[in-house]
């Protein structure tokens, strides 16, 4: 490919810059606002759940509902997310997604019955599914190559940093102050989205070339030459458009195959290791161990933002294969050991024993999960894809991410009351599945260009 060829002559140096600009740190702050408010939605039922079923009356059924509708909505979302932001631009796909969420948040902090409550939920799902999709694609394309694994991650940081405020301030805050913080990060992005620019492959899919080059400028610096990678990326776009008549026919290629099978599988893996469970039911998990909810919460909200920033500084020095196999059995292990600790637990017997398990096992599942399930698999699925399938393919895999997001929260009250234990060691199984897979299927893409990265897929193919 003539792109790739073009990165080892001398200059190499004028179309890979070596550090980042502060416009892209202002556009990549803008978007992960909305990770952020991605990852108080996925934890907010989690310190509520108590007083939202004693004060409204909620069965666990009921509750199990409301937490899943959010899965739901971001479910329906997710089937448009990519038609939505190809048509009218990632940067307005984000300001759809910020209407959402706040409608949904003000529902729910000023619900006084089930309808309403739900109603809430189910728009938080709506905007957290367009999030979800068009966050780490902006990022993946807007960044330098050197740095996009680590820019494309604090997607993951951001949902980290919710999840963290949410069960931190939940020992603190009644669960309707709690769903009006929770709005503030849309409220910034929705303001925040008027000062960055569209992405640069969006804009060259209109053939807005003047545009394009003023935007490369204003994320690559005004010393950078922008005209060889603006080149290269109407190049590669002009091809796409070519070559797709039908996205759903492309899309069932050959040549994608394999990318479709790495999307949809890292996607079934990432939801049934059990982690979103976590997330939302943190607080009935201690509970049912008979351990005291205010302290794990507030020790998982503790280490899940410094292990994150870990990972940015060392993702794109490591690699996405290592960091997924490194999480995959990290999350096995740690699946194995909450499981052993409910199998162990009796009245009056093992209680020290079965406590560490349980707090050793769900600080080391959130900890390994976050290091590389959590994150890379949406990093990898901007990376993989070529800009032909990129709308259909990205649509077809989040909404198969919200799917089984949806099976397993709304499942897992349920699978709980059946066998604690059991459920864990489940988790535990498709963990260590996990890891075959990435061994056998997934691939490095560390380092290259999002062009390098597709054509060698196709030479696999």
Request: glycine fraction near 8%; proline fraction near 3%.
């Amino acid at each position: 490919m003539e792109s790739a060829s073009l990165l080892n002559n001398k200059q190499e140096e004028s179309t890979s810059p070596s550090s980042f600009t502060h416009g892209v740190l202002l556009s990549t702050s803008v978007a992960v606002a909305g990770s952020f408010c991605y990852g108080c939605a996925m934890s907010y039922t989690s310190p509520a759940q108590s007083k939202i079923m004693e004060e409204l009356g909620l069965s666990l059924a009921d509750y199990s509902l409301f937490t899943s509708l959010m899965t739901l909505g971001g479910m329906i979302t997710a089937a448009l997310s990519g038609k939505i932001a190809a048509l009218i631009g990632r940067r307005q796909t984000m300001w759809i997604s910020d209407v959402c969420c706040l409608f949904g948040w003000l529902a729910v902090a000023f619900a006084h019955d089930i309808m309403l409550l739900n109603i809430g939920r189910l728009f938080l799902g709506f905007g957290v599914g367009l999030i979800s999709y068009v966050v780490p694609v902006y990022i993946a394309e807007i960044t330098p190559k050197t740095f996009r694994g680590g820019f494309t991650f604090t997607n993951q940081l951001l949902q980290c940093l919710g999840i963290s405020l949410m069960f931190f301030t939940g020992n603190f805050f009644h669960w309707r102050t709690l769903a009006l913080l929770s709005a503030i990060p849309c409220a910034v992005q929705l303001i925040g989205l008027f000062f960055i620019p569209e992405s640069p492959r969006w804009l060259a899919m209109y053939g807005r070339d003047q545009e394009l080059e003023v935007t490369l400028t204003r994320l690559r610096g005004e010393h950078f030459d922008v005209l060889e990678e603006a080149a290269e990326i109407r190049e590669t776009v002009e091809i796409s458009r070519k070559e797709s008549q039908s996205g759903v026919k492309d899309l069932f290629h050959m040549r994608n195959v394999q990318p479709l099978i790495i999307g949809l599988g890292l996607m079934l893996m990432q939801q049934f290791c059990g982690s979103a469970a976590i997330s939302a039911y943190a607080a009935s998990i201690f509970d049912k161990a008979g351990f005291p909810i205010n302290i794990g919460t507030t020790i998982l909200a503790a280490v899940l933002v410094p292990q994150s920033i870990v990972v940015i500084l060392t993702v794109d020095r490591w690699g996405r294969r290592p960091l997924l196999m490194m999480s995959s059995i990290g999350v096995c292990i740690c699946s194995f050991l909450i499981g052993l600790s409910y199998y162990l637990q009796k009245p009056g017997e093992f209680q020290t024993i079965c406590s560490v398990l349980l707090i050793v096992g769900i600080i080391g599942h959130v900890s390994f999960f976050c290091i590389g399930l959590g994150g890379l698999p949406w990093v990898i699925m901007s990376e993989i894809f070529p800009v032909n399938v990129k709308v259909t393919a990205g649509s077809l895999v989040t909404v198969s991410s919200w799917f089984f997001s949806w099976v397993i929260i709304y499942s897992f009250n349920f699978m709980m009351q059946w066998s604690a234990s059991g459920t864990y060691f489940i988790f535990s199984g498709v963990s260590l599945v996990t890891i075959v897979f990435i061994w056998i299927l997934v691939p490095e893409t560390k380092g290259r260009t999002l062009e390098e990265i597709q054509a060698s897929l196709v030479r696999f193919s």
